[in-house]
Nanobody, 122 residues
């Protein structure tokens, strides 16, 4: 069984910083891309940042220059450092990863964390 467990998040004032982290655990053969998404009530979940196993990163325009995604391949973890937060960043942040479980050949499956709330007050 593979699972993603998130930590971090919370309440911060506008202009502040927060860091959210996510650890993949279980019977893992390989972790491919790891991503952070966010969702607010009534809106679709949107991709915030993604990082490949080789370290290639991509960011949503709304967070470029403020957020940094990083990962530790040895520990199967991914983190999102969020600086200069604004109220529009308020959302539930979800960790996502494409993971090849052990014993499943080369087939990757999509896994999601439970979500962590980030609230930015003005």
């Amino acid at each position: 069984q593979v699972q993603l467990v998130e930590s971090g998040g919370g309440l911060v004032q506008s202009g502040g910083s927060l860091r959210v982290s996510c650890a993949a655990s279980g019977s893992i053969f390989r972790v491919n891309a790891m991503d952070w998404y966010r969702q607010t009530p009534g809106k679709q979940r949107e991709m915030v940042a993604t990082i490949t196993s080789g370290g290639y990163t991509k960011y949503a325009d709304a967070v470029k220059g403020r957020f940094t995604i990083s990962r530790d391949n040895a520990k199967n973890t991914v983190a999102l450092q969020m600086n200069n937060l604004i109220p529009e960043d308020t959302a539930v942040y979800y960790c996502h990863a494409e993971i090849v479980p052990t014993g499943r050949g080369n087939s990757a499956f999509s896994y999601w964390g439970q979500g962590t709330q980030v609230t930015v007050s003005s």
